[in-house]
């Protein structure tokens, strides 16, 4: 089966420049999350999608990142104006979801942003 | 609130000699607690899953895991190393309940190496 896919791998830009990520998850997924792993450290989630509504975004700089999920599958992730500190690789995750037991999270390679 | 923290940012082994990646949690009930690998530039991949079922939890490429209440821990290990093992580590906690609206909470990561 497909994975958890991501675009674009690489993107260098300028602070106050403005970036976009897409993700497209595994079919048939509900779930989907955003996380973000600066270098040292382990990711964290920035906002969680249950099919196309969010179930938790309390770690999203709202200033300047903003998510979707339009029809619930696909999302994109965008950051306006990117600061220096934004530079991190941005992963995507996806997982069957619903209310009963937790289900495996299955994560894309990510995208690596950095912001000069 | 539910947190880990792994003991060693750094770990080296010699091919073939075993492997002892450490993790203690912080929780204030019985955690659902999970090890992650990840390899440069590929995904996170689940390596195993403690989710109060039997204490000593195996898990794929040889690896298991036994969960100790009282010592709060949740120590990674495997008997031979292999080179391919060489990779980033993270001990994960699931946070704000046990099904899908919980949120995982990484810890800082174990990077792995293995001589030859």
């Known amino acids: 089966e497909a994975g958890v896919a991501q675009s674009p791998r690489y993107k260098i830009i300028e602070k106050r420049q403005s970036v976009a990520f897409w993700c497209n998850p595994i079919?048939?997924?509900?779930?989907l999350y955003w996380y973000q792993q600066i270098l040292g450290q382990g990711p964290k989630l920035l906002i969680q999608?249950?099919?196309?509504?969010?179930?938790?975004d309390s770690q999203l700089p709202k200033d300047r990142f903003s998510a979707e999920r339009l029809k619930g599958v696909d999302s994109t992730l965008k950051i306006q104006p990117a600061k220096l500190e934004d530079s991190a690789v941005y992963l995507c995750?996806?997982?069957?979801?619903?209310?009963?037991?937790?289900?495996?999270?299955?994560f894309g390679p990510g995208t690596r942003l950095t912001v000069l | 609130a539910q947190s880990v923290t792994q003991l060693d940012s750094h770990v080296s082994v010699s091919e073939g000699t075993p492997v002892l990646l450490r993790c203690n949690y912080s929780s204030s009930y019985s955690p659902s607690l999970f090890w992650y690998v990840q390899h440069p530039n590929k995904g996170l991949q689940l390596l195993l899953k403690?989710?109060?079922?039997?204490?000593l939890v195996k898990g794929i490429n040889g690896f298991e895991a036994e969960f100790k209440k009282s010592e709060t821990s949740f120590h990674l290990t495997k008997p031979s190393a292999h080179m391919s093992d060489a990779a980033e580590y993270f001990c994960?906690?699931?946070?704000?309940?046990?099904?899908?609206?919980?949120?995982?909470?990484f810890g800082q990561g174990t990077t792995l190496q293995v001589k030859p």
């Open positions: 403690y989710t109060s079922a039997a204490t």
């Open positions: 994960v906690v699931l946070y704000g309940g046990s099904g899908n609206t919980g949120k995982l909470i």
């Open positions: 079919s048939g997924h509900a779930t």
């Open positions: 999608f249950q099919n196309n509504g969010v179930v938790d």
């Open positions: 995750a996806s997982s069957l979801g619903g209310t009963g037991a937790y289900n495996e999270q299955f």
